[in-house]
């Protein structure tokens, strides 16, 4: 329990993804099989114990500390986990130190009944961080701020030979605790051999169009104008080589049906299946789909916050499949049922999804269909009028492609929609983490609202990325020249700075005050020369917001 | 609130008096005559008319607040009796900081001991605090709930040199407090073997120095303002934690904020500072130091001065004791607030 107690304790303080990856690869290759199998297990999620709920350790500890003073605590503290961690008497019983393996092999074989009391001996041997770790290991959640592709991202760095993708490509036949996987990363034996019909394939992803057509100085979307893209989309690519299609604004999903199951992966692979009961009942048919979930109504897709209602969710409510029914659009095939399509170029992958669902009929899932077009002004004008449509902008792919996983440059880009904007003012920043700790880089912004006392600033949205280094210094020696307030590592300035904020898309929201939520708000431009007053009203947000 | 015990202490709105001897301990404003228990700022403040201490809190003081801000200082050796009024007064080690000091005040009554902060684990910078026998206990209780233990300090110095191993390149910043927290820290590295100059920011400088003066070796100490970025790269800068979340900290390369405190010890908090490093140094008794510590002067009746008395009030009064918290204002915890 040491080595991923220390493990823990080392990933919740480590605020940068690089070092986070520096701490996972030095424990993966420090600790031996099956433990750091099981520790990669509870990280990815992928550990699931469950015999024991945060009542059953609540009552443990009432058992053994005064109630008085475990309320205390545990209000000073706020987490339960590590209010029981500290508070937990020392008995001072030693033995062997326990392995994470013996904590995980003893908590699967015990029922509901032994759990607690089994909980209680191994809690009795581990000191305070230990116990922490035990505590969150038998409850389920990590949250020590990894996900399950960085986790994978560090396996990938322990070997020069097997890349990330080679072991997503593997990943959803693999069990915990791994150890062929660990073998093979330490090239002691050969890719371990599972059973790849029901596993997630390596999604093939696309770069921005503005990233063929722009220098890496060019690429501020406030330097780039529509003429400037099309000029240069015509004199470097040809538009009889691409097809063109909606990019869709849902999450990019992977189906697969086979004989054996079901599944659905998100992006990154994760399984989301558990989440969309509905879609698992409605595949039906054989093969791989590459496409866009989405809520549909009547054959229209609804707004993002309609299925974002539907995401993360471990029970779905009749009701929310009623209010909220899942449908995929798909853009690919990878498999037929047959055969893998994956070398095949797209052309003949799309003519195959047709055919395909000409034969199996599915229902929930329908052909995002290709958009035609001659010339690049001409889908330019079609793309201009995505806006009212759940349409994030169009994909352009080249016919000849196959379906490579990963972000190849040059087969597939996204031509995305131009972002929304309005004049915001700043109102709080806080210090960023990591190499920005000493600067006020994340900021909330506000429209005006007429209060009774006359107009006032409600927050509307917070950003921390479209700004430059040195943009970046003078920001934070203007707010701190025009603080007003301080709360921690907040600062309230004075309603004097206005941004230029571009986001994608408005929604409506009952947790922000004002109602209202962006989505992927960034600084566009700061507005050195725009006096607050002039900024944007709440109401000219609330008229963006998708229908 | 009408705390009394024999006529020894009482409460007013300047804080703790002793009206038998006529002078009050730590008090939150100037009064004519007060008994320091050690130097922090919310301790000993400027203005009194007289100031009673250990002759090293008497330098502290004269090197925080100048030789005037006190109309006399007049110096009490550990152990050393003083006649004042209906009852004798005396000192002894507390073991929080250098000069701290317990206050014994003893007559015909019996004795009352206030503890001001202490703690019980071995400091190279200071006298270990004895336990006296008494009849009534004041105590600090800043680490008051069952949930503060403090680690051993050498587990905690061993992360930070761990850290200094896998992060060669980049600077270790450890927030301090500049009295006591920043010696013990420098003491307790060179105890570990760590050699190399240790980088100061300002405003340590002065109280370091004095410790040197007052016999406690330190080692070499370089001036962090003054530094070139790139000599700091895996080495130790000492600051107060205003100066690691400000501009100050960019003269720093890529630092590892570590910050050494008994708060530490609960990871939310150390998260919401923005801490890397959390080390769980305290230098004041962690929660079963001041229990046991309550139960060894053997004393009838305790008052718990600041920090969390709620659960140590409660646990007193279930070995059958008698407990009361004195809430006593500019001593409330506050987020940052533990002078440590």
Known sequence: MTPFARLLCALVFTASRNAKLRVLRRYFEATPDPDRGWALAALCGKLDLRSVKPAVIRALVEERVDPVLFRLSYDFVGDLAETVALIWPDTGAKGAPLLLSEAVDALRAAGRQEAPALLARMLDRLPADERFALIKLATGGMRVGVSERLAKTALAQMSADVSLEDIEALWHGLEPPYVPLFAWLEGRAGAPSVDLALAFRPMMLAHPIEAALYSAGEQRENTQGEALTLARMAERLSPADFIAEWKWDGIRVQAIATPSGQRLYSRTGEEIGGAFPDLLAAMRWRGAVDGELLVMRDGEPAPFADLQKRLGRKAVSARMLREFPAHIRAYDLLHDGERDLRDLPLAERQARLQDWLARETPVRLDLSPPVPFESWEGLGQIRAGARAAAQEGLMLKRRDAPYVGGRPMGPWFKWKRDPLSADCVLMYAQRGHGKRSSFYSDYTFGAWTLGEDGPRLTPVGKAYSGYTDDELKELDRWIRAHTTDRFGPVRAVEPALVFEVAFDAVQRSSRHKSGIAMRFPRIKRIRWDKPAHEADRLDTLEAMIAQ | ?340
């Open chain 2, 1 to 340: 609130m009408s705390v009394d015990a024999n006529g020894y202490l009482t409460l007013n709105d300047a804080g703790l008096y002793c009206p038998a001897g006529d002078f009050h301990i730590d008090p939150l404003r100037p009064v004519a005559r007060a008994v320091v228990t050690h130097g922090h700022g919310d301790h000993c403040r400027p203005g009194m008319g007289k100031l009673l201490c250990t002759p090293q809190t008497a330098a502290i003081a004269r090197v925080r607040y100048g030789e005037t801000a006190f109309g006399q200082i007049e110096t009490l050796a550990l152990g050393e009796v003083l006649r004042l009024g209906e009852v004798s007064i005396w000192l002894a080690p507390a073991g929080h900081v250098l000069g701290s000091a317990q206050v014994v005040i003893e007559g015909k009554h019996g004795r009352a001991v206030v503890s001001g902060d202490y703690k019980r684990r071995f400091d190279p910078t200071c006298a270990p605090f004895e336990p006296v026998a008494c009849d009534l206990f004041v105590t600090e209780a800043t680490f008051g709930l069952p949930v503060f233990t403090h680690p051993p300090i050498e587990g905690e110095i061993g992360r930070l040199l761990a850290s200094l191993a896998t992060f060669p390149e980049r600077a270790h910043a450890v927030s301090v407090y500049p009295l006591g927290k920043c010696q013990r820290l420098i003491a307790e590295l060179r105890r570990a073997g760590w050699e190399a100059p240790i980088y100061l920011h300002g405003s340590l400088r002065k109280l370091t120095d004095l410790y040197e003066q007052l016999g406690v070796a330190m080692g070499p100490k370089l001036d962090a303002t003054a530094a070139r970025k790139e000599e700091m790269a895996g080495q130790i800068v000492l600051a107060p934690a205003s100066a690691l979340r400000d501009t100050w900290a960019r003269r720093l390369p890529d630092p590892v904020i570590c910050a050494a405190s008994g708060w530490m010890r609960v990871r939310q908090r150390a998260r919401q500072g923005g801490v890397e490093l959390p080390m769980v140094i305290s230098d004041h008794a962690d929660w079963g130091e001041l229990c046991a510590t309550i139960l060894e002067t053997g004393a009838q009746t305790t008052w718990v001065t600041h920090g969390a008395e709620d659960g140590l009030v409660h646990w007193a009064r279930t070995q059958g004791l008698t407990a009361e918290a004195l809430a006593i204002a500019g001593r409330e915890n506050g987020a940052e607030g533990e002078a440590e």
